[in-house]
């Protein structure tokens, strides 16, 4: 029975205050929906960085005929200048930082070119010459790309020396962006959750004094009084929590996976699998604070 | 021995938002014994149900001491007044309040339900119910009783862990002569048990009744 009459006054609490709590399912889900999306952001992020830092290259770009600056002055690299950065990236100060490379020619660069922007206009008015020779370059700590640019840099007939992971940097910095606002956006939203879910306790605790007064009445301690108000804060936070879950799951799976999947296939997303790894997350978090927020907010009820 | 119940010098007063101070109770001096009925009269807003609420340690007073068997309530936290509360005295507020999504069996066994003793007392709860003609509704809401039955299994809930010490707001308000009579009738048999009982009350025939009376006065100065 005690179990029962605990439960029976959470239940009562819920159906008298219906719609202070569907705020609180509401504010707790759109919070909790935020946190969920900025932490599967990092994942995506952590991701992308394992799967494509391993696989950034270094592109040491040759002069072509139409390359411009100060390296390139003598028009295209010729067939010595070619070996000699071939030499040095064999030799005994590169090599050890280099896993392997490969040479691509001006018909290779055209064959991926015409592969990579098929259908697209530009592929007509683009020649093999106009195409960088390039060495590409794995390298064993993808890191130590400076080693490179310094040392091949300035030999003659070297156009410029990149190193990808800047693009990568670039993408990842928009995406750490984007998920610190996701997180910001959710600090605000759990403030007004837990300042509500504490708004609410307080007024079913007005609605049911007198209640509150028979049970003291009986000699009921006040962790007994308690109890019923914080499960009720904690069973609505729990609520908005699944719908949260729920909605990181159908984000994934219908966005991530569907669309963004779909249309660009060049990199893996975040799944299903690791949406229900965010979900007990978010249930955990949810329950932690209401259950706080309903406690301050009962005891200090209680008190006055 | 000491009194069951013993008030000494107690004042309450309320302060409202403008300052001015409305004083309930001056200087109350009261002890209760087994087998006593003890009435606080006086006419509505004297202070009745503030008295009865310091007597039971609900509300503490401005000024004065308030002690059960002898142990001064000013000394206790809140958890140990109610835990000691439970034990001894048994409580039926003005509106004989039932909470309404349970039985009446279960508003019965309420006060069992903080200290598990639910199965326990099962039988007693129901012996009382029998006691005052409330077997067949033991399963009904309250909602469905009479107000003359509220207020028995109000009654009956304050009895459930056999207190030494019962204190009414108010019994026979709001019922009939006869409803009210057989309340009256039930409060002598309580004394007549060896029960201290302690009521606030505008009813003549239950001041009548009362072995000791203290009248409060108008009360606002």
Known sequence: MRLGLVLGEAANGLRRNASMVVSVVLVTFISLTFVGVAVLMQ?????????????????????????????????????????????????????????????????????????????????????????????????????????????????????????????????????????????????LMLIAAVLLIATTIRLSAFSRRREIGIMRLVGASNRFIQTPFVLEGVFAALLGSLLAGGAVVGIVHFFVQGYLGSAMQFTSFVDVKDALVVVPILLVVGAVLAAFSANFAISRYLKV | MASLLELRAVSVAFADRSGTLTVLADSLDLGLRTGRLHCVAGPLGSGKSSVLRVAAGLLRPTSGTVAWNGEDLAALGEDAVASRRAAHIGYVDQEATLLGHLSVLENVLLPAVPRR????????????????????????????????????????????????????????????????????????????????????SADQALIDAADVRSTLGGGIR
């Open chain 1, 43 to 187: 994942m995506q992020i952590s991701q992308m960085k394992s799967v494509w830092y391993d696989k950034a290259q270094v592109a040491v770009y040759l002069c072509t005929d139409i390359s411009p600056g100060e390296s390139c002055a003598g028009g295209e690299a010729t067939q010595e200048q070619i070996d000699a950065v071939e030499a040095q990236l064999d030799s005994a100060v590169l090599s050890p930082f280099i896993d392997k490379w490969f040479f691509e020619s001006h018909e290779e660069a055209f064959k991926n070119f015409q592969k990579q922007f098929e259908g697209n206009p530009v592929t007509e008015y683009v020649t093999a010459d106009q195409l960088n020779q390039t060495f590409w370059v794995n390298l064993i700590d993808p890191s130590n790309a400076a080693v490179l640019s310094e040392s091949l840099g300035t030999m003659p007939g070297v156009e410029t020396v990149t190193d990808q992971r800047r693009y990568l940097d670039q993408i990842f910095s928009v995406l750490n962006a984007a998920s610190y606002t996701a997180i910001g956006i959710a600090a």
């Open chain 2, 117 to 200: 003793r639910g199965a326990e007392l099962q039988g007693r709860a129901h012996q009382l119910l029998a006691e005052f003609g409330l077997a067949e509704v033991a399963s009904a809401r309250p909602a469905e009783l009479s107000p003359g039955e509220r207020r028995h299994v109000a009654l009956a809930r304050a009895l459930l862990l056999e207190p030494p010490l019962l204190i009414l707001d108010e019994p026979t308000t709001g019922l009939d002569r006869a409803s009210a009579d057989a309340m009256i009738a039930v409060l002598g048999a309580q004394r007549a048990d060896g029960r201290a009982l302690l009521v606030a």
